[in-house]
């Protein structure tokens, strides 16, 4: 089974706040976990990338990864409106390419 | 950085006609795929290719072919267009780790928001 469940929002939250973003999957075979951010009328942009359990820090963004529960989260630190996006969970494993969860629409309220 | 240019942003046609969609990838990168994204179904993988002149089909090829003459260009064409196909168009482009492999990370274009009337 390939789906991954991601809440599509929106999901609204006050400037300076830390925002979690989460997916689940089914899939245990799955390793490869990515992070894309989709601003509005554009293509999706790579944020994350991780292979691994545990936790990968870049700047204000964190991703985090637990292969035992098939939980995948990108966590954002003082949050801006420039961060305002869809922000897209990417997962894929073996040779069947890469499965999307549907996006979380985030405001950042200035 | 790798770029992936969609020549059409916006193209509005009739049920029935034929469409082509451009893709242009400046990097050499062996992989490049067409997708579909549309509220509420998310991006789903029309065909991709891993070779020149190379394709294979993604999750939902129905209605829609792709030609790959030189590495770099990956076309979509809409033989005869219908309502149903109005979405938005993202093409991407991945190095090669084994065609369709999970590890690879995509390089999308803008897209190409086609309306059918």
């Known amino acids: ?28 075979a ?4 990515m992070w894309y951010r989709q601003y ?14 545990g936790n990968k820090e870049d700047g204000r963004f964190t ?4 292969k035992s529960s098939k939980y995948i989260s990108l966590f954002i630190r003082d949050s801006q409106p420039s961060d305002s996006a869809t922000y897209l969970c990417a997962i894929g ?18 | 950085d790798v770029k992936v240019t969609q020549s059409s942003r916006y193209l509005v046609k009739r049920t029935g006609e034929k469409v082509f969609l451009e893709c242009v990838q400046d990097m050499d990168h062996e992989n490049m795929f067409w997708y579909r994204q549309d509220p509420g179904l998310g991006l789903r993988l029309i065909y991709f290719s891993y070779d020149v002149k190379m394709k294979e089909k993604g999750d939902i090829p129905e209605g829609y072919s792709v030609s790959r003459e030189k590495k770099e260009r990956f076309s979509l064409i809409l033989e ?31 897209g190409s928001r086609l309306t059918v009337l």
Do not use: W
């Open chain 1, 1 to 28: 089974q390939k789906e991954v469940e991601q809440d599509p929002g929106p999901l609204s939250v006050p400037e300076g706040a830390i925002v979690s973003l989460n997916c689940t999957y089914s899939n245990s």
């Open chain 1, 30 to 33: 799955f390793q490869y976990f």
């Open chain 1, 40 to 53: 509005s009328r554009k293509g999706p942009e790579l944020l994350m990338y991780t292979y691994s359990s």
């Open chain 1, 63 to 66: 991703a985090q990864v637990d």
């Open chain 1, 93 to 110: 494993g073996g040779a069947d390419g890469l499965t999307f969860g549907k996006g979380t629409h985030l405001i950042i309220q200035p």
């Open chain 2, 80 to 110: 005869s267009a219908s309502t149903n196909q109005t979405s938005m168009y993202l093409c991407a482009s991945s190095l090669n780790f084994g065609g369709l492999s999970g590890a690879n990370v995509l390089t999308f274009g803008a």
